[in-house]
């Protein structure tokens, strides 16, 4: 059974720095893909980058220049860090990680950037 464990979150101000990172345990087969999402209250949730088995990322328009993922495979592992954090980056960031047969998701950290 897999599970995805988020750490990392909590209270932030503007322009501050944070780092989420997400253990992924049981057995995730390769090829796959990492990826963080986030929820901020009243709003759907959204993607927010991802890297592939292989190391090429993707990142949303909004994050990119100022967030950065990493992986490594050998522990499972899938970090990111934030930097420049704005106000509008307050959410609940979603660990995700998918193959061709399934797609996992974490339960979620808060992290809130305050002014």
């Known amino acids: 059974q897999v599970q995805l464990v988020e750490s990392g979150g909590g209270l932030v101000q503007a322009g501050g720095s944070l780092r989420l990172s997400c253990a992924a345990s049981?057995?995730?087969?390769?090829?796959?893909?990492m990826g963080w999402y986030r929820q901020a209250p009243g709003k759907q949730r959204e993607f927010v980058a991802q890297?592939?088995?292989?190391?090429?990322?993707v990142y949303a328009g909004s994050v990119k220049g100022r967030f950065t993922i990493s992986r490594d495979n050998a522990k499972s592992t899938v970090n990111l860090q934030m930097n420049s954090l704005k106000l509008e980056d307050t959410a609940i960031y979603y660990c995700?990680?998918?193959?061709?047969?399934?797609?996992?998701w974490g339960q979620g950290t808060q992290v809130t950037v305050s002014s």
């Open positions: 890297i592939a088995s292989g190391g090429g990322t």
């Open positions: 995700n990680v998918w193959n061709s047969a399934n797609n996992y």
């Open positions: 049981g057995n995730i087969f390769s090829p796959n893909t």
